[in-house]
């Protein structure tokens, strides 16, 4: 289910990607804004599913007898739709977020043609900067740092394996 849901998600990740420039190229004044969100939700999916198989294919490889290791082994295919799920509506909160980002920065940019005081323009543009910059990197740090470390603990398993290969040749 994580591999054929990765699949189509890199598919719509590429095919967004293929729309964008192939659009951009024959209207390069049209605003894509839409596309950048399709864009923008598939790589958080894409990013989060590709951590969820790492955590999976640790789990189910690594050799560890840790009580959390063998409860995780135990139950993670039964987890594995609840996961699939809890990706999918992250990455609409992220749909959400970012659409929610390209109306106020609409508006900035059409505040900033009028005449006057630009406080209100300048307070916009730094809570833009400063809040979905933010967000966005914690939307994809969270899924990264569980990759890394199931990557890390499938090193560590697999090089106590071969470390009792070794000892059991000897």
Sequence with gaps: MILISLGVCRFCLQWS???YNF???????D???YIG???EFTNTLTFWLTSLLAVVYCVKVSSF?????LWLRWRILRLIPRLLLGSLMISCVTIIVSAIRHYIKSQLISMMQLPGNDTETETLKTFLDKYYTHQYLAMLFIPFLLFLTSI?????????????IRHHNA
Excluded: G
């Design 17 to 19: 990607s293929v729309l």
């Design 23 to 29: 659009c951009s190229y024959f209207n390069p004044d």
């Design 31 to 33: 605003e894509l804004w």
């Design 37 to 39: 969100i399709i864009w």
């Design 65 to 69: 007898t840790y009580a959390i290791f």
């Design 152 to 164: 890390i603990l499938l090193i560590a398993s697999l090089s106590q394996h071969l470390r009792q």
